[in-house]
């Protein structure tokens, strides 16, 4: 592929709170193209897409419902073209494989797919030699919040994770939560070993086991956008790691490294920790 050209981009939920960033994020990328900008609401059909994301001139990409003709122009074009999904759980697995048998490289924002799905999707990548990029959390703060946990996972044995977020998440819990989890339960221990029988007066009181006695605990409020503490407890201390966000930027420069990256994948990639 001829890196002179600039990498076409299809952003799927362009008119999403994630996809007018992104839109923005993409349109001021002197290396990157905005070929196309996804979104199944019907108010905003035929809108240009810069606009809506309010930027002061329009980009002359109309928003459209039509994701695989989108995919298959991209498929066509000199450069390798890169979809990225911020969507929804019930449509994410679908929009991945289509793009990738058009040969479009997708970059996953979107979380809620199961383990299942994610295994599944690695293998159809995998046949197809094709790179595809699944990101629970685009944030820098936030791989640095996890590898800190990581390390002081190996000096407790009991810790909880608390993930909150905006009451329009449509997942719980989190991508970003499970992500954690799976790290800390990858050191090949059990937290929590139980002290007491305990109860659940109300079910889901203490949670939800992700992984070797890790809980997780999700908040939903209006008035949030994405949060999450790591709470490390042992006789006499509590360490806890905390990151918020405040704006949807921070995950630009992610996104941004993550369609730089793609293009040079022939196989699925979890985790922004694993491209930096
Ligand atoms: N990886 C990361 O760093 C981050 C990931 N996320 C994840 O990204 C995803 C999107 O988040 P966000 O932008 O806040 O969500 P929004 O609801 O603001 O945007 C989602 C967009 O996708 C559209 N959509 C919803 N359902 C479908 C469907 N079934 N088929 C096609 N399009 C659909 C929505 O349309 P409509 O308005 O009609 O519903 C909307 O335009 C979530 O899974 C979220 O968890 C969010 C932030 C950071
Ligand atoms: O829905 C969100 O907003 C977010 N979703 C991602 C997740 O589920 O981890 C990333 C971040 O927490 C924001």
Known sequence: MNSQYP????????????????????????????????????????????????????????????????????????????????????????????????????????????????????????????GCLMIPNFSIGMVLLQQAAVQASQYFDHVEIIELHHNQKADAPSGTALQTAQMLAELGKTFNPPQVEETEKLPGARGSVAAEGIRIHSVRLPGLIAHQEVIFGSAGQIYTLRHDTSDRACYMPGVLLAIRKVVQLKSLVYGLEKIL
Do not use: C, W
């Open 7 to 130: 990498i076409p981009v299809v952003i799927n939920g362009a008119a999403g709170k994630m996809g007018r960033e992104v839109v923005k994020a993409v349109s001021q990328a002197t290396d990157l193209t905005l070929l196309g900008a996804i979104d199944r609401n019907p108010e905003h059909q035929g809108k240009d897409a810069g606009e809506l994301a309010g930027l002061p001139e329009p980009l002359e990409v109309p928003i459209t419902d039509q994701l695989e003709p989108m995919l298959a122009m991209a498929g066509q074009e000199r450069q390798i073209g890169v979809m990225v999904d911020f969507t929804h759980p019930s449509t994410v697995y679908d929009n991945i494989r289509s793009a990738i048998a058009y040969g479009v490289r997708p970059v996953v924002g979107t979380t809620g797919l199961s383990s299942t799905q994610i295994q599944d999707l690695a293998e159809f990548a995998d046949k197809a030699s094709t």
